[in-house]
Each structure stands twice: as C-alpha cells, then as structure tokens.
C-alpha cells in the first residue's frame, strides 16, 4: 500500500529514486491553498522550491520517512516568508481520516506560524488528545525537517513526547493489572475495575487498541516503536498468552475497550435471548467470509476502505462517522441481549487474532488427543 512494504519504497534503483526526488511537485491541492499555479513555484533543490511571491516551500519527505503516525508516515510542508513559518500544511497521508481532523480542530498546525526554523525544532508542542500517534507523528516531522533544514542538532524524539508519554505509561500500567486480574486467585473480583480501565483508558483517553487499519500501517510503512509500545505490547499478548496455557482470545476478552464495552452492558441483568449452537456457528462464519472479503478488497487493490469502518473509532463520538457510530450503537445495544456480539459474529480483527491463534490450538487438541 502506497508503493511501499514496512516502509521500504517500491521504486527500483537509486538512479529513478534520486531522479523521483528532483523532480517530484509539490501537491497539487497545497498548489491549491497557497494560491499558487505551476509558473509560480521553482524548485531549487530536491525537496526545496521558491515561489514568485518570495516564500520557501520544504517537503518534509526526505526527513520524516521513518517517523510512523498510526497508519504511517505524516508528511508535510513548512512554507516561510522571511525567515518566518507562515504555514504548516499536510500532504497526503495514510492516517484515518476522524482521528487526523482532530489536529485541524485543535489547530495543530498554526502552533508554528511565526517562528524561524530554530525555534519550530526547539519549540515543545504537546500532542493532541484522541489523536495521539498521528499529532505526536506531526510535531516530531516538523522537528526533524525544521532542524535538519537548519543544520541544528536537535532530537526530534524530545517534542511533542510529554501527554503520549504518560497515555502509554497509563495504557502499559492497564496491560500489567489485566494481567494479575488474569493469573491472581483475586483476579476475578477485579473484573469489573478492569472492563471500566479497559473503556476508558485503551478507548476514550489513549485510543490505543488494534486494528487492522494499525495492522496494514504496520505492514505498509514499519514500526515507529516509540509512538507505539502500548499498542505492540497489546499484539505481544494476543500472541502469546494462549501459547502460555491461558483460554484463547486473551486480548478480545481482556484488553479490547469495545470488546469491554459489550460485557460490561451484557452485565446488566436483562434476560439474554436464548441461541442454538448450531446458530452460533452459523453466525461466526460471518466474521470469517468478512475478513476474508476485505483482504481480497486490498490483495487486488480494489478498496482498503472498508477497514475503517471497524467500530473502534466511536469512542470519538464527536468525530467518529455516522455509519460507525450507528453501527457501534446498534452492537451495544444488541450485547444487552446477546454475548459479545460484534466480538463473535463481526470483527474482523477478532478473526484475524483467531486465525493466529488456531495454528496453536490445533496442534495442542491433536497431542491431547494422541
């Protein structure tokens, strides 16, 4: 996806590389808001134009490659007038799109209007709420291209790093005491605490679980394992945990905040509808020919959009789309009923941990039964 595999480009030699970047525009929507047409820019060097009305235009691609967001990389443009940032704009980027409108709402890019280069890659810049790996992504990429543009030694690791520190000590701190709710003999009377953690702190504060849109940025553009250890450390566990003799679907049952969600409701005291085995099964080839129906989506380069529809995105209820939202709804309401099912019957990602974990529970059933 995007010509790109675990963030190694597609293009063939470094002559068409190097000739890729000398002659690469700038984007022609950011043409669009600078109010600009072709005659207008020049380029000066790779990465690097001047415009007819005296401003410098940098792309932040040659620097920012390796800084990941949540879906991939997050580049930009930094355009100055005088040795001042006038504007900071997004290029095309592989982020989704309801968590990437949020640093539009914050205003995210205007925190560097006015500065010069040293201070843009000097400067702290907090990341956004909700929106965490995609604002801290941003900051870091501005860092980076301000410092490299201006030959100053600075870590681009030391900005924007304070509020998405302490959300991945939190989320790190919630996988430690899912944990002891697992294995202590005491566990089991802490359920409920943890399904509350789970909710609010992997869901409505971090927005830290799995998905296969992570999964697909993973693949796509590699891991940017300072943004994400929570969320590697979730993928760790799922794997792991059955081979350590514990029940399968660990992170569906006990890190999953949607998945959470719909137990803690299911815990309600009304009456569940009665369900046949036979139904069951029948239900659960749902989620199969689903996934099955996406990856063949992106295999034949269709479509990749339905992964972002998985149902996660609603506990950013002021950003989350309709349909996700109507859809999440609709699954809390029906877990009152029934037992997890979006878990069981629909989720994708659920399959997918499903699929990695058969190849172990298949070989342990054949020794058992040896």
């Not at 953690?197 to 296969?212: D, H, P, R």
């Not at 993973?218 to 799922?238: E, P, R, Y």
Request: net charge positive; glycine share 8%.
């Amino acid at each position: 996806r995007d010509g790109t595999m675990s963030g190694r480009s597609s293009e063939s030699g470094a002559a068409s590389a190097d000739s890729a970047r000398k002659t690469m525009p700038i984007d022609s929507e950011v043409m669009t808001r600078l109010g600009l047409a072709a005659d207008d820019v020049e380029a000066v060097a790779p990465y690097v134009w001047h415009t007819s009305d005296g401003r410098v235009v940098y792309s932040s691609r040659p620097y920012g490659k390796k800084i990941i967001g949540y879906s991939g990389p997050t580049p930009l443009y930094i355009i100055l007038h005088d040795g001042h940032i006038t504007e900071v704009m997004p290029s095309a980027n592989s982020e989704t799109e309801t968590f990437f409108n949020r640093l539009y709402d914050h205003k995210l890019f205007e925190r560097w209007t006015g500065m010069t280069l040293e201070e843009a890659a000097t400067t702290r810049v907090d990341a956004v709420s909700g929106a965490t790996y995609s604002s801290t992504a941003v900051i870091r990429t501005v860092s980076t291209t301000a410092s490299e543009v201006a030959d100053i030694d600075v870590s681009a690791s030391d900005n924007g790093a304070s509020i998405s520190e302490v959300k991945t000590l939190a989320a790190l701190a919630v996988l430690i005491f899912g944990l002891y709710v697992v294995y202590s003999r005491r566990g089991r009377s802490w359920r409920l605490v943890q399904l509350v953690l789970n909710i609010v702190v992997f869901g409505l504060w971090t927005n830290c679980f799995l998905s296969l849109s992570l999964v697909m940025g993973w693949l796509s553009h590699g891991v940017n394992a300072s943004t994400s250890i929570a969320a590697l450390t979730m993928a760790l566990l799922a794997v792991v945990m059955p081979f350590a003799g514990h029940r399968k679907r660990y992170y569906c049952t006990n890190i999953c905040p949607f998945g959470s969600a719909q137990e803690l409701l299911g815990r309600a005291g009304v009456k569940k509808w009665p369900m046949k085995p036979q139904a069951a099964r029948m239900l659960g080839h749902v989620r199969r020919m689903l996934l099955f129906v996406i990856l063949i989506m992106m295999w034949t380069g269709v479509s990749s959009s339905l992964i972002d529809y998985e149902v996660f995105s609603i506990f950013l209820l002021d950003k989350a789309g309709v349909v996700v939202i109507a859809v999440g709804c609709a699954f809390l309401v029906l877990s009152l009923f029934v037992n997890r099912p979006y878990c069981r019957f629909v989720c994708p990602t659920g399959q997918m941990l499903a699929w990695s974990e058969g190849i172990h529970w298949k070989k342990k059933s054949q020794k058992r039964k040896k």
